[in-house]
């Protein structure tokens, strides 16, 4: 299934673009589909199937989620941006 995933700050910078669709049930597929597709967010932002500590996963921005398990639903927008973000 596809997600829609909105990259914000450094992650933005590290895959050259700002909007994407990566495949996945949950947070940890989507994640490795998008290491996979982008070699600088594998670099600096995602270890395997999970986000680095200083990076934050937002569901359709109403909750942040971090396991990699969490599943997430077709159409879903997937928000992804550091930690310090906002202030």
């Known amino acids: 299934m596809q997600v829609d995933v909105e ?4 992650l933005r910078a590290r895959a050259g ?7 996945g049930d949950c947070l940890g597929d ?3 589909d998008l290491a996979a597709r982008f070699p600088g967010l594998k670099e600096t932002c995602i270890d395997g199937r999970c ?20 599943p997430l639903s ?3 927008s997937l928000l992804l941006l550091s930690a310090d973000a906002g202030g």
């Not at 673009?17 to 495949?23: G, I, K, N, Q």
């Open 51 to 70: 986000l680095r500590p200083s990076f934050m996963a937002s569901l359709g921005g109403r909750r942040f989620v971090t396991a990699p398990e969490t």
């Open 17 to 23: 673009v700002a909007r994407t669709v990566a495949d």
């Open 30 to 32: 989507v994640l490795a």
């Open 74 to 76: 077709a159409g879903e």
């Open 7 to 10: 990259l914000f700050g450094i």
